[in-house]
């Protein structure tokens, strides 16, 4: 799987595709980091100015949640769970068994990054090329998407373990409220981090060639 030794002309790809590599899914995470807030506020920043866009339309919007303000996302979603188990919605064995621990162990980590579009941005955008304007939209989440991988990449390369979550529309509105944020940022994902206490779980890959063609070559 793509194991044929090659020789990359600039060291920094290499290093880039062994933290590619590296990256994985930790569940087990703890309230401590590696680094200092500065170095993972920095990270953040640099995701949201320089992933790219279409059209560099920059809708992209994100909030950064550490410790106490960290543990209030996971209030937010444990405290909706549990309304969804009060209205008969979700049965309470259930809650209590399964989504009650694992956002538990959301709420041990050390951090949340907040993954918004504001879809509303692009209002002025779609008129101007209409011819495009059903496109936009998932433009916008694809560009949300890589700043998701980027932050989720250089968090682990500094020594975080780091899961991404998806508890959207469930939080949307206390998320808004409890941040005081423009009601045009629509949450789309949440990247916990911490430091890690358990390895990842076993990963299997689909081979290669099911999944990859080079013509030219
Ligand atoms: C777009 C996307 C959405 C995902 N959503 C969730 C999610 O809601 N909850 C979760 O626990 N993991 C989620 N994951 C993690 C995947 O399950 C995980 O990345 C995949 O199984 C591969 O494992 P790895 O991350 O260890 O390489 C998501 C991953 C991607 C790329």
Do not use: C
């Amino acid at each position: 799987m793509g194991s044929t030794a090659v020789e990359f002309k600039n060291p920094a790809t290499s290093t880039l595709l062994e933290v590619v590599k590296a990256r994985r899914t930790y569940y087990g995470l703890k309230a401590e980091s590696p680094i200092s807030d500065d170095v993972i506020e920095r990270i953040v920043q640099d995701s949201v100015l320089h992933v790219p866009s279409s059209f560099n339309t920059q809708t992209s919007r994100i909030v950064l949640l550490l410790k106490e303000e960290h543990k209030k996302v996971w209030d937010i979603a444990i405290s909706a769970m549990e309304g969804l188990v009060a209205a008969g919605h979700v049965p309470k064995e259930m809650f209590e068994n399964h989504t009650k621990p694992k956002l538990d162990a959301f709420r041990a980590a050390y951090g949340t990054v907040l993954f918004f579009v504001d879809y509303e941005s692009l209002a002025p955008i779609k008129e101007k090329f209409a011819i495009y304007a059903d496109k936009f939209d998932p433009f916008a989440l694809e560009s949300n998407a890589m700043s998701q991988y980027l932050v989720w990449l250089a968090l682990e390369a500094e020594g975080f373990g780091a899961n991404l979550q998806h508890y959207s529309p469930l939080i949307d509105e206390q998320v808004t409220k409890t941040w005081n944020l423009p009601a045009s940022w629509k949450l789309d994902a949440q990247l916990v981090f911490g430091v890690p206490t358990s390895e990842p779980g076993e990963k299997t890959f689909e081979p290669l060639e099911n999944r990859f063609k080079v013509f030219g070559k």
